[in-house]
Nanobody, 114 residues
Framework: QVQLVESGGGLVQAGGSLRLSCAASRSIFSINIMGWYRQAPGKQRELVATMTSSGSTKYANSVKGRFTISRDKAKNTVNLQMNSLKPEDTAVYYC????????WGRGTQVTVSS
């Protein structure tokens, strides 16, 4: 099991930027896959971006070119830089890790106003 704690959510105007961070209880480089998912009210949870332990990344089509997933070795965090935010990006963002089992953080709210 891996404990995950998200931070960095908030309220931002459309076109603005936010940076989310996910701190893990074990080395992020030992975790098979880490990533970010989001869930908007009344909708299913969806993949935003993932990164494997080797550094390969995957993005949802809706965020390609605007969001970037990265790792900070010194802080042992996986980050999500979100630029050119749109109102439709409003959701609770969850950090996810697969290490023998799927683990989730508690989520952080991102609200983009028009």
């Amino acid at each position: 099991q891996v404990q995950l704690v998200e931070s960095g959510g908030g309220l931002v105007q459309a076109g603005g930027s936010l940076r989310l961070s996910c701190a893990a209880s074990r080395s992020i480089f030992s975790i098979n896959i880490m990533g970010w998912y989001r869930q908007a009210p009344g909708k299913q949870r969806e993949l935003v971006a993932t990164m494997t332990s080797s550094g390969s990344t995957k993005y949802a089509n809706s965020v390609k070119g605007r969001f970037t997933i990265s790792r900070d070795k010194a802080k042992n965090t996986v980050n999500l830089q979100m630029n050119s935010l749109k109102p439709e990006d409003t959701a609770v963002y969850y950090c996810n890790a697969y290490y023998s089992a799927t683990c989730w953080g508690r989520g952080t709210q991102v609200t983009v106003s028009s």
